[in-house]
């Protein structure tokens, strides 16, 4: 038998929708029991070759194929939806829309219902996943009440519960905080080495993944495959930033310090690197933020969606004037309803000054003329069919010429970098892409107050880099950027001051670095330092001023000031 599970033999593939091929003369081999990491940046390709594994491609988006495509030695494109299902398991991006049941126990029998096991077999099987990954207590509970990691374990567990031997996942950490993203991986390392599966990962938070290990990096741009070798090999080259990847922090740095990386074995593992101590080099250290004035405060918001458990117990805070703040938590901290509260999208109680005028009565329009809000998963944002279209909704909806509606559009559409897809229909993008458009569709409208939920969230460097020096420009142009994030290096280098989150308050407050140098707060808020604190204890420097020496050493280079 051969040990190649997955084959593609010169295949390609072009959406119905497009005249080019999405994947283009693909070949590659993943064998039985590899755990491959797939990256590349937003369009590359990846999602549609994940598309095409677990049988999406051709069943749900048509298009013309040639070549061929093989699990286990055998043609798969003439299995049907079910057949494909025990072969490949995939643990989709959007936890939300892969739900089924009304119950844990519901969603992941939901399977095994199909198979029509028996129920006695059923309950065991149900039983012992839910064991295995911790949701035992969980099991009455609605699948949508969950926090993000119990979701993804959910999904897993509803998956993992068919034994299919190819297990796929689209961006598992996209939603995470980042102590939850750890734990995810480390489950998914964990059922990869207890149960031999062929596990596939499409993400582009490259650095947590490979820290967890990986067999292969598969790299493909512009529909074709670039690199395909080790972890090691990949970062010792510069492919990643030539073909628009965020590599390692660590990684970056010692580029900076002229550390030569060829001699190293084990770049994927900072913990097994050896790097000898390194004095950093004369460089401008960054200044502190100068004190703003308020532009909104909040005295004792509290928003409770059952009586007696309030998700913000009356929370108080400010937001300052021109400043960029990161507000950062665990999942299920109250930050998405912070959001929510402040658009007045969920009723609340307490008192919303702006500019010193009380706007607690504010409707919904009065609010949004004051707070652009950028939602978390696009696809609760998306009502048109066409790119365009969606973008200049707000603006055809306040009734303005469809000539300047078609030069703001086309402008914001050049940053998000969504202009050469201005003509496709939103269901051909990636969720990547998606987010794009609808971070575009608020940025047309040209609020005060940009408050965005996980703006790069499966967003590939390059974009992620275009967005955030566009941010900034609102930024330096006198808008105020308010970012609910996950991402540590984000909040350290594109915020001016943290919020941190924790049942539903502030416990704390300041520097965003003093925020990840506090060991306390780190804990409570699932935070994690980023590997800059790791690479300062090899080096024998302090975190802060290696921390510093990086952005010096970014600023100007990544389009930021």
């Not at 509970?141 to 297990?167: F, M, N, T, W, Y």
């Not at 302090?542 to 930021?560: A, H, I, N």
């Amino acid at each position: 038998m051969t040990r190649d599970l997955i084959e593609f033999i010169n295949f390609s593939f072009r959406y119905e929708v497009q005249a080019e091929p999405t994947v283009k003369n693909i070949n590659l081999k993943i064998k039985r029991g590899e755990k491959v990491l797939l990256a590349g940046p937003s369009g590359s390709g990846k999602s549609t070759l994940g598309q095409v594994i677990n049988g999406l491609i051709p069943h749900h988006h048509q298009g013309q194929m040639t070549g061929d495509f093989l699990i286990q030695g055998k043609p798969v494109f003439d299995l049907s939806v079910y057949e494909k299902s025990q072969l490949v398991s995939t643990v989709l991006q959007d936890m939300d829309g892969q739900f089924i049941g009304l119950s844990v126990a519901e969603d992941i029998a939901f399977a095994l219902e199909n198979d029509q096991l028996n129920q006695a077999e059923m309950t065991e099987k149900v039983s012992s996943w839910a064991q295995r990954l911790q949701l035992t207590k969980l099991l009455d509970h609605r699948p949508q009440d969950l926090s993000g990691g119990q979701k993804q374990r959910v999904s897993l567990a509803g998956v993992l519960v068919d034994e299919s031997p190819i297990l796929l996942f689209d961006e598992p950490l996209a939603n995470l905080d980042p102590k939850t993203s750890q734990d995810m991986l480390a489950v998914i390392d964990q059922i990869h080495r207890d149960h031999g599966l062929t596990t596939i990962i499409i993400e582009h938070r490259l650095e947590e993944v490979l820290a967890s290990s990986v067999d292969r990096v598969v790299l493909m741009d512009e529909g074709q495959i670039v690199f395909d070798g080790s972890p090691d090999d990949l970062l010792a080259g510069s492919l990643l930033t030539q073909h628009g990847i965020r590599e390692p922090l660590y990684i970056t740095s010692l580029r900076d310090l002229g550390v030569d990386l060829s001699g190293q074995k084990r770049l994927s593992q900072l913990e097994q690197m050896e790097v000898k101590p390194k004095p950093l080099p004369d460089f401008p250290k960054v200044e502190a933020m100068a004190d703003k004035d308020d532009l909104l405060t909040i005295k004792d918001l509290t928003v409770a969606y059952q009586a007696g458990q309030p998700i913000l117990d009356r929370l108080s805070l400010a937001i300052k004037k021109g400043e960029r703040l990161a507000i950062v938590g665990r999942n299920g901290a109250g930050k998405s309803t912070l959001a929510k509260a402040l658009c007045q999208f969920v009723p609340s109680s307490g008192q919303l000054r702006y500019q010193g005028q009380d706007i607690s009565d504010d409707s919904i329009k009065e609010r949004a003329e004051r707070i652009g809000y950028v939602l978390q998963n696009p696809n609760q944002m998306i009502s048109q069919t066409m790119i365009f279209d969606e973008v200049a909704l707000g603006l055809r909806l306040r009734q303005v010429d469809e000539a300047e509606v078609s030069r703001r559009v086309a402008e914001v559409l050049k940053v998000c970098g969504l202009y050469a897809f201005r003509k496709w229909p939103i269901s051909a993008l990636s969720f990547g892409q998606k987010k794009r458009v609808t971070i575009a569709s608020i940025l047309v409208l040209n609020p005060e107050i940009i408050l965005l939920d996980e703006p790069t969230a499966g967003q590939d460097w390059q974009h992620y880099r275009e967005m955030m020096a566009f941010l900034d420009q609102l930024n330096q142009a006198g808008h105020t950027i308010v970012m609910i994030t996950h991402d540590m290096q984000l909040m350290l280098e594109y915020s001016d001051r943290t919020l941190v989150l924790a049942d539903g308050k502030v416990i704390a407050e300041g520097h965003p670095f003093d925020m990840l140098n506090d060991l306390a707060v780190v804990e409570a808020a699932n935070l994690k330092q980023t590997s800059l604190f790791d690479l300062a204890g090899k080096l024998g420097v302090e975190p802060r001023d290696l921390t510093q020496y990086y952005m010096s050493q970014r600023r100007g280079q990544d389009g930021w000031k």
